[in-house]
């Protein structure tokens, strides 16, 4: 699964030599876009490798719609993050927040030995979120010629997410139907649709989020078995391949052009 798109993509780090990596990192404009992924339980319907699945897949697929050959490569997706609050379904394998972070750091800084410009950390799991804002600064730090960028790949959708769903806010949230969907269209092998069940999320507080767009201005933490039994929280009945297909083909559209926008920033550097 993780490399799978080495001998697919003309982006892939892992497809290179190193004098390949060494002279597409010289180049100027260049990125390494970095994926961070998890292993953990997506309720009965999706696998665990679900979130490492899926930034992989839009991280190949925002350089596969770039409208410009540009400096580009992409590591292999990195599949343990910090996931705590799945434990206890089992299933789940999560780092510490020091061994999660160390490990980000060093790939990025090894990476960017090479020469490259400019670093995007690319996020799949919502609990790596601040785990990638506090790369991007240690990173940013140690590196002040190079331009150290971190996102979380869903919010890429926030400009047409309410185009494609049907769930009201609570239903696009773990293993729900953003996940759900995107599975069925670029895995749908790996999801059992007769087992596919989730709890709509509900808010304790009035500024707790519930949606993976709507995400609140309070952190709180739970362990997800007092979100839901299943361990699917949200809408994923409403999940379809075609939705998939849609929020893939726009997650790529908007990474494709964040990385121009990125290419354009530094090659002027």
């Given at each position: 699964m993780l490399f799978e798109s080495i001998g697919k993509s003309s982006h892939s780090?892992?497809?290179k030599t190193y004098e390949e990596?060494?002279?597409i990192a010289e180049q100027e404009g260049s990125i390494l876009l970095v994926p961070f992924g998890s292993m953990e339980q997506h309720g009965h319907h999706l696998p665990v490798s679900t979130d490492t699945i899926l930034v992989n897949a839009i991280a190949h697929a925002g350089g596969e719609q770039l409208e410009n050959d540009i400096p580009l490569l992409i590591t292999p997706t990195l599949w343990a993050g910090r996931s705590p609050h799945h434990l206890p379904f089992g299933g789940t394998i999560s780092l510490d927040t020091d061994t999660a972070l160390k490990t980000l750091c060093s790939v990025a800084e090894t990476g960017l030995e090479n020469g490259f410009d400019a670093l995007l950390?690319?996020?799949g799991h919502g609990g790596n979120i601040s785990l990638i804002d506090d790369a991007v600064s240690e990173v940013g730090a140690a590196n002040l010629t190079a331009e150290i960028l971190g996102l979380t790949y869903f919010h890429l959708a926030s400009s047409f997410v309410d185009d494609i769903r049907e769930s009201d806010v609570g239903g696009i949230s773990h293993g729900g139907e953003f996940e759900t969907s995107?599975?069925?269209h670029l895995r749908p092998d790996l999801v059992h649709e007769e087992a596919i069940t989730g709890t709509h999320r509900e808010a304790t507080y009035d500024t707790e989020g519930r949606d993976l767009?709507?995400?609140g201005a309070l952190s709180v933490y739970r362990p997800f078995t007092e979100y839901s039994e299943?361990?699917?929280v949200g809408d994923p009945h409403l999940a379809t391949?075609?939705?998939?297909?849609?929020f893939y083909d726009g997650l790529?559209?908007?990474l494709a052009k964040l990385l121009e926008q990125i290419h354009t920033e530094t090659h002027s550097y």
């Open positions: 780090w892992a497809a990596i060494r002279t950390f690319l996020n995107l599975m069925l767009f709507d995400n299943s361990g699917a391949a075609d939705k998939g297909q849609r790529g559209k908007e």
